[in-house]
């Protein structure tokens, strides 16, 4: 699988202080790491989302990092301290990311439906979950979660363009080879 | 620019709306047919016999669990079929494990209030229901001893299990498998319906502080929806009480076949082709519908398909069934955004 992009983290880190609004709206995005928009933020009582929770942020920074088992120690800790924070579903997002690229993907998985069930339209969940499947060898599920993108993005998204690619390049390594028999 | 009678005309079938909606929830048996739909959340349900039921611990081993791809040898997972970002079911018409099934994947939201599981209630606890798709060669098979490896194999899985259970897994294999269901049984007793707007508006008539007439969420279609519902479509003879469900068996109008063309009758021994009852909280994100996934939309569902006529009347018309939808889609907080309109 390959390697959360450090530079797109650091901007959907940024993106998600600067324009979290728009990112709740269109569901949290993902594509290149994790959760993308919205996550660590809450709603205040005025109605205004506050700043990014410094404990989230850490977690974000420690998956960038690579370091992802104080990633996981981070994010569990952020969505164990209330029931808002654990229906963040970017948050659960990352924790899946950082579970899967440790190599536990019974967490892997728990966590990418946790997110789902949050918001059955997490593009990157449908991603992550897409990835993981393939990892499982499970085609038909990760075709699934590409159909699911393919709804979800009325516009070319990088999450729908991304599982395509892992699909397509795990069938290519599944084909039977050409002449065998 | 429209003509000066349209106003008035309007305003007419405004008045006479209005006057129809107010009296809703106060004709004779009425109100009480519709405040049995009532209220929501109930209570949690524990069984007494699961050691695992409502302990913390038993409910995080079977969430794992549920959600693992190494449970079954197959590599799928509980989940695989039951997803949680489409309430606990699958959107396809008939499950498809390694293998094409029979029936539709059901929902397991609200499982824990079941006396009877399974499309034929064909087991009586949750537990073993739990464990029927390991065993069944076309869902995600599995054996006694690959689970019981599985759990004294994988030390977090043992020391987990040990937490539970009051020890590691042991040497018999079938008592293991059994733990396992009991502990996946933990897990699913917790996946409860969320409030919907039917049940705020619901809970201001059984207050008295409603008048009901529609509401925030709760529109004017689906009020007339409701009426039908409880009233004279009869949807509320099988589809009754707090979830929908009577929790009972009844002869079925849709007559299916498994994949290799043979009829399913559902569970021998009992009313022949007769189904469970199935919930219908949340009912609007679980498309296709029946056992069969013969129905691809709530305005196909709402069709009748009881085979008993008292519990199924005529044929109702689009524009009724389209008010039995908006009354449907109002049993989940936030609806998929799908057509609503019934065609005749």
């Known amino acids: 699988m390959r390697q959360a992009p450090s530079v797109r983290l650091s901007c959907a880190i940024l993106a998600a202080a600067l324009v979290a609004p728009a990112a709740f709206a269109s569901g949290g995005g993902g594509g290149s790491g994790g959760g993308g928009g919205g996550g ?6 005025d109605g205004k989302l506050s700043a990014v929770d410094p404990e989230y942020s850490q977690g974000v920074s420690e998956i960038e990092a690579g370091r992802f088992a104080q990633a996981i120690t981070t994010l569990e800790s952020y969505v164990a301290r209330s029931p808002e924070h654990a229906r963040d579903a970017d948050a659960q997002n990352w924790l899946g990311y950082a579970y899967r690229r440790s190599g536990n993907l019974d967490a892997a998985f728990l966590h990418y439906d946790k997110a789902l069930a949050i918001n059955p339209r997490h593009r990157g969940a449908h991603e992550y979950m897409g ?10 599920q990760a075709e699934e979660h590409l159909r699911a993108l393919d709804k979800l993005c009325f516009t070319p998204c990088t999450e729908y363009s991304q599982l395509k690619r892992e699909v397509a390049s795990w069938k290519a390594a599944h084909a039977p080879a050409v002449g065998s028999r | 620019m429209r003509p000066p009678w349209a106003a008035a005309r309007t305003a007419a079938a405004g008045v006479l709306l209005l006057a129809s909606l107010a009296r809703a929830g106060d004709a004779p048996g009425e109100r009480a047919a519709i405040l049995a739909l009532g209220p929501w959340p109930p209570a949690p349900v524990r069984d007494s016999a699961n050691p695992a039921s409502g302990q913390p611990a038993g409910i995080a081993l079977g969430e794992l669990l549920f959600h693992s791809p190494r449970l079954s040898p197959t590599g799928l997972r509980c989940a695989s079929c039951h997803e949680p970002w489409r309430g606990f079911a699958d959107g396809r018409v ?43 060669p076309r869902e995600m098979p599995t054996t006694e001893a690959q689970v019981a490896t599985l759990m004294r194999g994988d030390a977090a899985l043992s020391a987990r299990y040990a937490a539970v259970f009051g020890g590691p897994p042991g040497t018999d294999d079938a008592r293991v498998e059994h733990d396992v269901g009991l502990a ?33 969420g709760f529109s004017a279609a689906a009020l007339r929806g409701l009426r039908l519902f409880a009233g004279r479509a009869g949807c509320a003879a099988c589809h009754s009480g707090p979830a929908f469900s009577d929790d009972a068996l009844h002869a079925s109008r849709v007559h299916s076949q498994d994949a290799d063309g043979h009829p399913d009758a559902g569970h021998p021994g009992t009313l022949p082709n ?8 949340g009912v609007a994100a679980t498309a296709p519908y029946m056992h069969d996934g013969s129905a691809a939309s709530l305005c196909d569902a709402v069709r009748p398909h009881a085979a008993d006529a008292d519990a199924s009347p005529s044929e109702l018309g689009a524009a009724q ?16 955004d799908d057509e609503v309109a019934c065609r005749p």
């Open chain 1, 40 to 45: 660590g933020m809450t709603t205040l009582p």
């Open chain 1, 131 to 140: 990835e993981a499947y393939l990892m499982t060898g499970n085609i038909a």
């Open chain 2, 94 to 136: 008939v499950a498809q494990g390694v293998a094409i099934g029979a029936r539709n994947t059901p929902s397991l939201l609200d499982a824990a209030r079941h006396r009877h599981y399974g499309w034929d209630g064909a087991h009586d606890s949750l537990w073993a229901q739990a464990l029927r798709p390991l065993a069944d």
């Open chain 2, 184 to 216: 996946l049984a933990a897990y699913v007793e917790t996946l409860a319906s969320p409030r919907a707007p039917f049940d705020d508006w619901r809970d201001r008539l059984a207050a008295s502080a409603g008048d009901g007439a529609p509401s925030a």
């Open chain 2, 274 to 281: 007769a189904f469970r009852t199935p919930g219908l909280r």
């Open chain 2, 321 to 336: 069934r389209s008010d039995l939808v908006a009354f449907l889609r109002a049993l989940s907080p936030q609806p998929p």
